[in-house]
T-cell receptor, first 113, second 113 residues
Framework: NAGVTQTPKFQVLKTGQSMTLQCAQD?????MYWYRQDPGMGLRLIYY???????DKGEVPNGYNVSRLNKREFSLRLESAAPSQTSVYFC????????????FGDGTRLSIL | GENVEQHPSTLSVQEGDSAVIKCTYS??????FPWYKQELGKGPQLIID?????GEKKDQRIAVTLNKTAKHFSLHITETQPEDSAVYFC????????????FGAGTRLFVKA
């Protein structure tokens, strides 16, 4: 029972490089989310996908793009990485609707030099 | 904008004692309040949640209370054990604001054996 799987687990980039973070869920959930976690700031929503074929901006979308490839997969892309994007990135999924518990992956730890 | 404040940021208790973590929220339209536990190197995991039509919910050693008038909700852990040591996040979401769940900044709980 894998739940939400994120790849890679760790990555180091140089400023200006691009990267795609992958996320897949096997719970047949309609909604998927990308968060970033920084010390002392909790989790902040970057983008979400309420259902297959739709994506919307969250609280901190600047510098990121997303693709809902199919119902299972939701990827996050950094086109030109900046040191301010050094963070731990979490993908989550839930049943349809905002008032549902979210299931999280174990995160991608991203450092940008 | 919407905000969730969480206190304390760090909490240290003796094994067997109780621990209480408190949160306040700003958006009166919020109606779903989950609590997540995050262990080192892992993603957050739901431990209990409460909806606005309920004032209290209990699950073994864990309980959550909600005061909608004051916009407060709290997590209570009784008979704490060393394995309760983790970071705990409260969150709030509602039917307005799309799929945005707002997280508190987290409480690091230490349970001393």
């Amino acid at each position: 029972n894998a739940g939400v799987t994120q790849t890679p687990k760790f990555q180091v980039l140089k400023t200006g490089q691009s990267m795609t973070l992958q996320c897949a869920q096997d719970m047949n959930h309609n909604s998927m989310y990308w968060y970033r976690q920084d010390p002392g700031m909790g989790l902040r929503l970057i983008y979400y996908s309420a259902s297959e074929g739709t994506t919307d901006k969250g609280e901190v979308p600047n510098g990121y793009n997303v693709s809902r490839l199919n119902k299972r997969e939701f990827s996050l892309r950094l086109e030109s990485a900046a040191p301010s994007q050094t963070s731990v990135y979490f993908c989550a999924s839930s049943e349809a609707g905002s008032n549902q518990p979210q299931h999280f992956g174990d995160g991608t730890r991203l450092s940008i030099l | 904008g919407e905000n969730v404040e969480q206190h304390p940021s760090t909490l240290s208790v003796q094994e067997g004692d109780s621990a209480v973590i408190k949160c306040t929220y700003s958006d009166s339209a919020s109606n779903y309040f989950p609590w997540y536990k995050q262990e080192l190197g892992k993603g957050p995991q739901l431990i209990i949640d409460i909806r606005s039509n309920v004032g209290e919910k209990k699950d073994q050693r864990i309980a959550v209370t909600l005061n909608k008038t004051a916009k407060h909700f709290s997590l209570h852990i009784t008979e704490t054990q060393p394995e309760d040591s983790a970071v705990y996040f409260c969150a709030a979401s509602g039917n307005t604001g799309g799929f945005k769940t707002i997280f508190g900044a987290g409480t690091r709980l230490f349970v001393k054996a």
